[in-house]
Structures are given as C-alpha cells and as structure tokens.
C-alpha cells in the first residue's frame, strides 16, 4: 500500500510540475521498522525500502502455477495499473513514474545517509512493461529552458551541474524480469537520451 501510494503521488507531483517537492520526497528519510517482529527497532530508511516486500507477493500469494494468472510477470505490478484514477493516474502514467524512479535511481540517492538495510541500490520498476512508449519521457531535456525549469528534481542548481549530476550516475545497468530472451529490460535513461543532447537547443 505504501509502495502504491508512493507511485501515484510521484504521477501527481510530476503532473503538476512540482519538481523540487519529488527531489524532497525521493532523498526524505522514513522511519520503519528493521522487521516485522514487534520490538524491531526503528530505523530511518530511504524510499527505496517500499520496494523490499515483493519477494513475498510474487513468491507466496501470486498464484499456482495452474492458474493463468500466475503467468504474469509481476501480480503487485498487474494490480497497481489497474488502479487509474483518471485523468491524471492512468496505467501509462503510473509505469512512467515507475520507470522514472529506476532512472533517477541512478541518479539521485535514495539512500544516502541512512540505515538502510534493503540489499538493492536501484529502484526496481514493477510495472515497466506496462509502458506502451518511454521515448518521450525526457526528450524535453533538449531544452535548455525545460532543463533550467526542471533542475530542482535532480538537486542541482544550472544545466552544467545537471549535465555532470548524469554523466556520473550509475545508469548503464541493465534490468528487467528475464524471464525469457526476448523480454525487453528496463529503460534506461541514456536510452532515451544522450548527454551531449542535453540543453542542445532553446
């Protein structure tokens, strides 16, 4: 529930261009508990903690294997799409922000300085392959006045800072379900756009 609310918020602040409020978000520290035991300590966390309960969901309440359902790549994934809530949360919108998270990811990080205890450094996107086309999530950064308007989301404070925020993040990463060859990875965000493209035009 938590992992979803998330998302949906994500779509709405990014939808209302409250860039430096999901920069907040994204490096704010939450406090949870280390386990579910009832005197687990707390121990503050970044965002990438709402991610750490899907081994159950796939493993335990997905399901058997003779039910089609069980088929899918990701149950939590299939369930989270089909909570639109039209005209801003739609299916599309909430697989971009997924995906958007895995990019930034690499980028910004979501851990820094915490207790963090969740064995991945990267967001993993659950409902990318629910993406009908990613190509034009930051083709605006072309721009030189999107990517001026935009930089409160990375945490910097000019395009140059920005360009460099980029070329250093860990974003050459492959991943995806592999369930087979021909499953198609995440997208990555030089795969949508190159550095030197970056505030190329006005």
Not at 66 to 92: F, V, Y
Not at 165 to 191: H, V
Request: charged letters at 25%; one cysteine or more.
């Amino acid at each position: 529930m938590i992992w979803e609310s998330f998302i949906s918020t994500i779509v709405i602040l990014f939808h209302y261009e409250k860039y430096k409020e999901i920069h907040d978000i994204l490096r704010h520290s939450y406090f949870m508990k280390r386990s579910f035991f009832k005197n687990s300590e707390i121990i503050a966390c970044g965002c990438i903690e709402f991610c750490k309960g899907f081994a159950r969901i796939e493993t335990v309440y997905k399901p058997n294997s003779q039910n089609p359902r069980s088929r899918l790549h990701t149950l939590a994934g299939e369930m989270l799409i089909k909570r639109e809530k039209k005209p801003i949360i739609t299916s599309q919108k909430i697989a971009e922000a997924d995906i958007m998270l895995f990019q930034l990811s690499g980028i910004i990080d979501f851990t820094a300085n915490r207790d963090c205890h969740y064995r991945h450094y990267r967001w993993f996107p659950i409902t990318y392959i629910y993406a009908k086309n990613t190509h034009n999530m930051w083709t605006k950064l072309k721009s030189k006045k999107y990517c001026e308007k935009i930089l409160p989301l990375f945490g910097v404070s000019s395009v140059d800072e920005l360009k460099n925020k980029i070329g250093q993040s860990k974003n050459d990463e492959d991943i995806g379900y592999y369930s087979n060859i021909f499953d198609p990875t995440a997208p990555r965000f030089s795969d949508i756009i190159k550095i030197e493209e970056i505030a190329s035009i006005n």
